[in-house]
T-cell receptor, first 117, second 110 residues
């Protein structure tokens, strides 16, 4: 299957700072990437859909000014959590759609665990 | 509001038994269905995808889809302790976005 990487895998930051998370498709070009958030013992919640070369589409209730998404190339999407607060502590996971296979299949990155102190 | 429902479990089965995981969905227009496995602290990994009514087999895994009943299931034959994980059912709606269920925790005892 397609390989998706994320960096960093874990980050601890102080409240009020910004954190950038990178998502890369390693062996395919992804015009569409997705960003999810997962709180403990909860399911994955889609935050936004990232489209290469255009603005991201945010799900209802997700603040686009707080969670900045940039998809500048076909292999890289970034999520920046601005002015992070303890309630933003979560497991952030990206996925990418592999255009080489059945178009609906999404492959997930390993996730980034964010802890805001 | 699109919903995907799963029994949270845990579902406990002995090693070598068949584990049966079930999922129902609310959006009758859904076309694509996926099962992901998620180990604790890790991200989901794709196990099976199914698009048509009926059964789809891949090794020890069989996915079953019944669109009329809006029901998807995953059977794991010869369950192994390494299969112990949370299994997420995902349904694809419009714009290729996935809606996930909360997952069923499977425990396979040696």
């Amino acid at each position: 299957g397609a390989v998706v990487s994320q960096h960093p895998s874990r980050v601890i930051c102080k409240s009020g700072t910004s954190v950038k998370i990178e998502c890369r498709s390693l062996d395919f070009q992804a015009t569409t990437m997705f960003w999810y958030r997962q709180f403990p013992k909860q399911s994955l919640m889609l935050m936004a859909t990232s489209n290469e070369g255009s603005k991201a589409t945010y799900e209802q209730g997700v603040e686009k000014d707080k969670f900045l998404i940039n998809h500048a190339s076909l292999t890289l999407s970034t999520l920046t959590v601005t002015s992070a607060h303890p309630e933003d502590s979560s497991f952030y996971i990206c996925s990418a759609r592999d255009p080489g296979g059945r178009s609906e299949t999404q492959y997930f990155g390993p996730g980034t665990r964010l802890l805001v102190l | 509001q699109k919903e995907v429902e799963q029994n949270s479990g845990p579902l406990s089965v002995p090693e070598g038994a068949i584990a049966s995981l079930n999922c129902t969905y609310s959006d009758r227009g859904s076309q694509s269905f996926f099962w992901y496995r998620q180990y604790s602290g890790k991200s989901p990994e794709l196990i099976m995808s199914i698009y048509s009514n009926g059964d789809k087999e891949d090794g020890r895994f069989t996915a079953q889809l019944n669109k009329a009943s809006q029901y998807v299931s995953l059977l794991i034959r010869d369950s192994q302790p390494s299969d112990s994980a949370t299994y997420l059912c995902a349904v694809q709606g419009r714009y290729s976005t996935l809606t996930f269920g909360k997952g069923t925790m499977l425990l396979v005892s040696p």
